[in-house]
């Protein structure tokens, strides 16, 4: 007669535990993205502040997949902004000076705003560049 | 008495040889901003079609600088989008599937048009997630 040791158990540590968190955030994606085509208004979702579990964060991962697009920004630390597989969300990273990640988001827009030049920022390299100009010539 | 032959002279190849383009292309650079400030309106000068030296190049790279945003796009080849010290001017580079260059364009825009995905893009996003979502519940 077999006793009730011999039933073969797996336990699992809460690393390897889905916790539902993550079909969460992808719901809160398909909000945002929803939100983005009616209204043209971007979303983020800080994943710092979610208690997702290791498992979590891989079951996501591998549903949002990769898109075409990396783009990488060197500003006081690098960032890294990584496409989806679905167009308009993206992963957003955050590094600081001894990239150490300081900062992990799911953005969904068009293009991230970090990305995108301010209108002073194109007006001084307008004017920087017609003063190098007149240097030259 | 110094004959000619003792002034010392050094041949200059066309591969050394400013021509005077590549400041013409800063200058059409500087119109370009001057454009998209006014207008919002992007454009882009096509770096083939325009007879510069090596010299050229390297004097115009040496010019336009790096800025802070390096953009990699893997769709059927490599393009690769280099932010340079001018805010809203770019340098961009696409390859075919061999990852032979292709094209070379300077654009000027606030980002780049390939990068930005297309609202139908966005909208299969969002279908597809809803769709995703449902197979997962």
């Given at each position: 007669m077999r006793s009730i040791n011999d039933i073969p158990i797996h336990v699992l540590s809460p690393d390897e535990t889905l916790?539902?968190?993550?079909?969460?955030?992808l719901s809160e994606i398909a909000d945002l993205l929803g939100r983005l085509l009616e209204t043209g208004e971007a979303g983020s979702i800080d994943?710092?502040?979610?208690?997702?579990?290791?498992?979590d964060r891989?079951?996501?991962?591998?549903?949002?997949?990769?898109?075409?697009?990396e783009i990488v920004l060197?500003?006081?630390?690098?960032?890294?902004?990584?496409e989806t597989a679905y167009a308009g969300v993206w992963k957003v990273q955050h590094c600081d000076?001894?990239?150490?990640?300081?900062?992990?988001?799911?953005?969904?827009?068009?293009?991230?705003?970090i990305v995108r030049p301010a209108g002073a920022d194109i007006e001084n390299a307008y004017e920087k560049l017609q003063s190098d100009l007149k240097q030259i010539s």
């Open positions: 916790t539902g968190q993550a079909e969460a955030v994943l710092r502040s979610l208690p997702l579990s290791p498992a891989d079951w996501l991962n591998a549903k949002l997949g990769r898109g075409e697009v060197e500003a006081g630390g690098r960032s890294v902004l990584t000076t001894e990239e150490r990640v300081v900062s992990e988001f799911i953005e969904v827009a068009y293009i991230p705003a």
